[in-house]
T-cell receptor, first 115, second 108 residues
Framework: EAGVAQSPRYKIIEKRQSVAFWCNPISGHATLYWYQQILGQGPKLLIQFQNNGVVDDSQLPKDRFSAERLKGVDSTLKIQPAKLEDSAVYLC?????????????FGSGTRLTVV | ELKVEQNPLFLSMQEGKNYTIYCNYSTTSDRLYWYRQDPGKSLESLFVLLSNGAVKQEGRLMASLDTKARLSTLHITAAVHDLSATYFCAVGNNDMRFGAGTRLTVKP
């Protein structure tokens, strides 16, 4: 089966600019997650979707980050305006259901550099 | 809030040696995951542990879960260079919260 697709792979922007990332989960996976991984740290959950509804966005900096999952398939994560501390890898993951016994599949990530 | 702690954070070992990585978490959960991450790569699922006493083995890696102690271990047997990577544990019933990772280097 095809994996979790993410694009772009790399993005360099100046601070205060905006940026968007795209994720296409594995077909049939109802649950989708966005994680932020800062260099040298473990991934931090930003937002969790179940189909097209938000389950948990408690760690999403809502003053600058937004995410949507229209039609319960693809998802986009946007940052506006970006700050230097947003430099990180943004990982998308999907699973059949929350806490599914098969676990979660991660995409390759988008590496964002804010200068 | 769920806290996940791994130790050690850095581990340098000789080929052929054994070692254990520990993962402690702060609240009740019966789902624990181990992932491997190579530099510049995404996360690769190693093990999913679903119940107290669960033990899974793949090659030189063996993971176990003690939900009463809120502890999981990842045991490495007779390490080889190819095992050099960062290993993460993650905990959660409906989502995953990650530890900081253990950066493992296996030297000849």
């Amino acid at each position: 089966e095809a994996g979790v697709a993410q694009s772009p792979r790399y993005k360099i922007i100046e601070k205060r600019q905006s940026v968007a990332f795209w994720c296409n989960p594995i077909s049939g996976h109802a649950t989708l997650y966005w994680y932020q991984q800062i260099l040298g740290q473990g991934p931090k959950l930003l937002i969790q979707f179940q189909n097209n509804g938000v389950v948990d966005d408690s760690q999403l900096p809502k003053d600058r980050f937004s995410a949507e999952r229209l039609k319960g398939v693809d998802s986009t994560l946007k940052i506006q305006p970006a700050k230097l501390e947003d430099s990180a890898v943004y990982l998308c993951a999907s699973s059949l259901s929350p806490g599914h016994t098969y676990g979660y599949t991660f995409g390759s990530g988008t590496r964002l550099t804010v200068v | 809030e769920l806290k996940v702690e791994q130790n050690p954070l850095f581990l340098s070992m000789q080929e052929g040696k054994n070692y254990t990585i520990y993962c402690n978490y702060s609240t009740t959960s019966d789902r624990l995951y181990w992932y491997r991450q190579d530099p510049g790569k995404s996360l690769e699922s190693l093990f999913v542990l679903l119940s107290n006493g669960a033990v899974k083995q793949e090659g030189r890696l063996m993971a176990s879960l003690d939900t009463k102690a809120r502890l999981s271990t990842l045991h490495i047997t007779a390490a080889v260079h190819d095992l050099s990577a960062t290993y993460f544990c993650a905990v959660g019933n409906n989502d995953m919260r990650f530890g900081a990772g253990t950066r493992l280097t296996v030297k000849p």
